[in-house]
């Protein structure tokens, strides 16, 4: 089983970015019934959960990113997007998703928000 997070790159403060964490090796039944979470580590900060994404309950964003941030996902596909709007410059960092059921992260993904 792994992780891989896409969407990643440089945008405009005020911008916009989705993300994409596509499983792999993972059953469809595994997968509906995971819960998959993104993290943001900003350099020199630690990794912190922003939102987790379950099929039958419903997502818990971090204040910081409450209103702007929205998870979604596509079970058929094995995947979990992160719709990012209103980016601010404090949004950049590494983002990762990480499944519960494996206790496996992806490897990252870059965002970089300039002011």
């Known amino acids: 089983v792994q992780l891989v997070e896409s969407g990643g790159g440089l945008v405009q403060a005020g911008g916009s970015l989705t993300l994409s964490c596509t499983a792999s090796g993972m059953i469809l039944s595994v997968f509906s019934g995971d819960t998959i979470s993104w993290h943001r580590q900003a350099p020199g900060n630690e990794r912190r959960e922003l939102v987790a994404s379950s099929t039958d309950t419903s997502a818990e964003y971090q204040d910081t990113v409450k209103g702007r941030f929205t998870v979604s996902r596509d079970n058929t596909r094995r995947r979990v997007y992160l719709q990012m709007n209103s980016l601010k410059p404090e949004d950049a960092g590494v983002y990762y998703c990480?499944?519960?059921?494996?206790?496996?992260w992806g490897q990252g993904t870059q965002v970089t928000v300039s002011s």
């Open positions: 990480c499944s519960a059921a494996h206790r496996l």
